[in-house]
């Protein structure tokens, strides 16, 4: 059964980074928009950053300049690099797929992992 495997979460203090991966197994992501979403304190689910299956890349404005996200077609694993992290970065992040970039913006998600905890303290 398809499957999306997220870590790399933990706690940190305002201005930290910490890096998020998230591995696919029983497909092969690399024809699939992979990209991050988060929820916070309002508990909705909101888009963070996006890649495409030829490595572009689009991010939500408030992460911009700040976060990165990358991939490893050979190890099927997305990454998500936080750096400058804000206490309004908390929240569960999410690992998901969608068909392509217009459904994952519009939150049309194929596959949801099971989340990774971050809190970054001010």
């Known amino acids: 059964q398809p499957q999306l495997v997220e870590s790399g979460g933990g706690s940190v203090q305002a201005g930290g980074s910490l890096r998020l991966s998230c591995v696919a197994s029983q497909f092969t992501y690399s024809s699939y928009y992979m990209g991050w979403f988060r929820r916070g304190p309002g508990n909705e689910r909101e888009p963070v950053a996006g890649?495409?299956?030829?490595?572009?890349?689009r991010y939500a404005d408030s992460v911009k300049g700040r976060f990165t996200i990358s991939k490893d077609n050979a190890k099927n694993t997305v990454y998500l690099q936080m750096n400058g992290l804000k206490p309004e970065d908390s929240g569960m992040y999410y690992c998901?797929?969608?068909?392509?970039?217009?459904?994952?913006?519009?939150?049309?998600?194929?596959?949801w992992g099971q989340g990774t905890r971050v809190t970054v303290s001010s």
């Open positions: 998901t797929i969608a068909g392509d970039d217009g459904s994952w913006w519009a939150r049309r998600i194929w596959l």
């Open positions: 890649i495409d299956t030829d490595g572009t890349t």
